[in-house]
Nanobody, 124 residues
Framework: QVQLVESGGGLVQAGGSLRLSCAVS????????MAWFRQAPGKEREFVAG????????YYADSMKGRFTISRDNAKNTVYLQMNSLKPEDTAVYYC?????????????????WGQGTQVTVSS
C-alpha cells in the first residue's frame, strides 16, 4: 500500500524557516512526479512545488520562487520542502502528493496519492 507521510510542520514567526519532509513507502517511485500543495482555511488547494523523481528537476509556483526549495533523497525515499522567509500568508496545511507520471503539473486532481497533511502556522 502506498503511503506518503508528511512531517516538519509547526509554528514559526514571520521571516523564519521550516523544512517539511514527505516519507514515501509501499512502492518504488521511479518514474513518478512528486509535489507539495497547500490549503489555507476557506481557500482552494494550491500547487507549491514539484519535482521529478528520476531526474530531480524542480518546478515552483511563481509566488514561491526564491523562498521555497524542493528536493528529494532517493536513498531515503523522501521529498523535502525547505521554506524560508515565511510570511503569515504561508499559513496552511501542506500536503505531499504523487502522480504516476514523469511530468509535474499544478492541478491537484492529477495526483494519485496524498499524505495526511502537516500544519504550518506563521505568526506575524
Amino acid at each position: 500500500q502506498v503511503q506518503l507521510v508528511e512531517s516538519g510542520g509547526g509554528l514559526v514567526q514571520a521571516g523564519g524557516s521550516l523544512r517539511l519532509s514527505c516519507a514515501v513507502s509501499g512502492r518504488t517511485f521511479s518514474g513518478f512526479a512528486m509535489a507539495w500543495f497547500r490549503q489555507a482555511p476557506g481557500k482552494e488547494r494550491e500547487f507549491v512545488a514539484g519535482i521529478t523523481w528520476n531526474r530531480g528537476i524542480p518546478y515552483y509556483a511563481d509566488s514561491m520562487k526564491g523562498r521555497f526549495t524542493i528536493s528529494r533523497d532517493n536513498a531515503k525515499n523522501t521529498v523535502y520542502l525547505q521554506m524560508n522567509s515565511l510570511k503569515p500568508e504561508d499559513t496552511a496545511v501542506y500536503y505531499c502528493a504523487s502522480r504516476r507520471s514523469t511530468s509535474v503539473i499544478s492541478y491537484s486532481d492529477a495526483y494519485d496519492y496524498w499524505g495526511q497533511g502537516t500544519q504550518v502556522t506563521v505568526s506575524s
